[in-house]
Structure formats: structure tokens, C-alpha cells
């Protein structure tokens, strides 16, 4: 028999939220309540903005949504690493990561979780499924460049070579990856060397926010993509930046960032309920709002 909620509802309620700044136009809550729903769940989806008048910062925001009950929360900019302190556990993704992206909470405590990474291999396999990992490029060594450069190198890139406008983070996520997968497989770049970067490379991953409506522009010149080259953006909004329309024009497979963002949503959805979502209703869903 089903539970029954103390609203009076016949659907089990359970409330998550999302903690970073400038989130109102998070697309997340659409995602989660829309796959609760079709399990028979309503989720109550609250946004726990660090740039709302009187929020407190990160480590604060994670203690009140325990104290008041969330199941967990979603972690996104900049916020991925300034919660790891008030944290009791993290899993083996978010610990070699330095970062999470899911917090979920029980009787065992705060557990951080990192579903960016595998989120968006499982991107890659569901939009570009013959995507040679031989030499990848990553390009931006933030938060999401390291979560994806740490999956690729897990789901087999044979090279990857990380490249950022400043080179000390480069060189800090490239010495990270280099201890747990072997320096023959990693190293950092000089921006200036991207086109020789490039011109041996089988994938680009733009991990940069260049192409969003407040960074607008791409962040590689168009001469440099060919085919041969696959290239993936994590820009989701717009659903085709001008890179990935530079790509297409010059021949590139490409693969926009709305899939990392439902894959990692499935993953989300999963550690908050148990339960796995249909990816794919998970997708139209994205389709419809972006
Ligand atoms: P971040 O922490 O700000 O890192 C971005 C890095 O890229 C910074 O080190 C930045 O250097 C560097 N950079 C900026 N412009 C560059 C350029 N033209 N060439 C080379 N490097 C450049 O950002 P993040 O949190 O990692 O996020 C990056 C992007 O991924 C954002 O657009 C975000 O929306 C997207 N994202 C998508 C998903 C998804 O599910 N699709 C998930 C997570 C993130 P400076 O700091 O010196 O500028």
C-alpha cells in the first residue's frame, strides 16, 4: 500500500534544494519534479540562492537545509568545494574530484557525492557513441574540467591534456589526475600551445563558461576544428553555442551540455530516492525548457 504523506497526499513528498549563486534560473527543479512525479512522488524543490539579501555562505546553507529536514541538496557554482568541510563523508568520485555536486543526508550524516563526471560520460556514450578517447583536450581546469577530465581518464582516454586561461589551476588538476591515473596519461598546456594541442587531438571538451549569454564569444579559434575531431561544450544555455556551431560547420561530431546536465540530474534523482529515471523523459523534458 502506498504511504501516505502528512500533507494527506496519496504521492510520498520529499523536499531537495540546490545551493550556489545566482540559481533562479536553474533548470534542476524541473528536472527533479518532473521525473518525481512520474514515479508517483512529489518533490518540493526549494533554491537556496548565496546571492539572495541575507543568506548566509555555503557551510551555513548546508547546515540549515540538514536541520530542516532536506533529503539533500544539489552543489553547483562556486560552492562545489566550500561545503567539503561540513561534510561527514564524501564518495570516492568526490573525494579524488576535490569537489561535490550532491549532498544527501541520513542518519549516517552529510554525504557528498560528484555525478558531473560520470554525468557527462554518460553524455558522451548516449550522444556520441563512437567518440575516439585516444587524445582529449580539456579546456578549462574549474570545477567542471576537473570532474570531466577525472572521468574521461576513468572511462579510458588513453591522453588528456588540461589547458586554462591561467596556468596554475592547470597545472594543480593535472598533477592531481597525474597521481591517481599516471603521468603518461595527463599534463597541462600553455593556452598559447592549443593549436598544436589540437591538431593531434581525437576530442575537445569546453569546460570554459565561454559561449554562455554573460561570457559570449568561443573560446577556440574556428580554423582549429576539423573532422576528425569530436567536440563536447558543458555550456547548456544556449542549447548550441557558437562553438558548436562552428564545429558542425567545420565537420566536428558535437555534443552539447544539456545531456551532462539530465545525466547527472539521473544520478542526482537516484541518490535522493533510490530510484533510476527514465534518462530519456529526463531529456524531452530539457528539450522542452531550453
Ligand atoms: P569555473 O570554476 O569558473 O572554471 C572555468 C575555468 O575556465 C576557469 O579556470 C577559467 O579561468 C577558465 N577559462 C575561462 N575562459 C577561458 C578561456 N577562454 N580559455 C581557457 N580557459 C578559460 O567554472 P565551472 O564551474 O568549472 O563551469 C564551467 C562551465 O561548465 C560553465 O559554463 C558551467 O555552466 C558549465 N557546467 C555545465 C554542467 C552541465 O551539467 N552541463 C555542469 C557543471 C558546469 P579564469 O577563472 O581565469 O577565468
Redesign the pocket.
Known sequence: MRAVDPSGSAHPAYTIGLIGAGIQGSLSPLLHTRAAARHGLRCHYRLLDLKEPGTAGAPELVARARAEGLRGVGVT?PCKQSVLPVLDRLSPEAEAIGAVNTIVFDAQGATGHNT?GT?FMASLRHGLPGARLDRVAV???????AAVAHALLAGGARRLTV????PA?AGRLAARLSAGFGGDRVRDAP?TTLAAVLERATGLVN????G?PGSPGC?VPARLLRPGLWVAD???RPAETELLSLAGKAGCPTLP??G??VF?AVEGFRLFTGIRPDARRMLADLATAV
Request: glycine content about 24%; overall charge negative; charged content about 10%.
Open positions: 557554482h558531473d554525468g579546456l578549462g581546469a574549474g570545477g567542471a574540467g589547458l586554462d586561461a591561467d589551476p593556452l569546460a570554459t563558461p565561454v554562455m573560446p558543458l555550456v547548456y551540455g544539456g551532462m546536465l547527472q
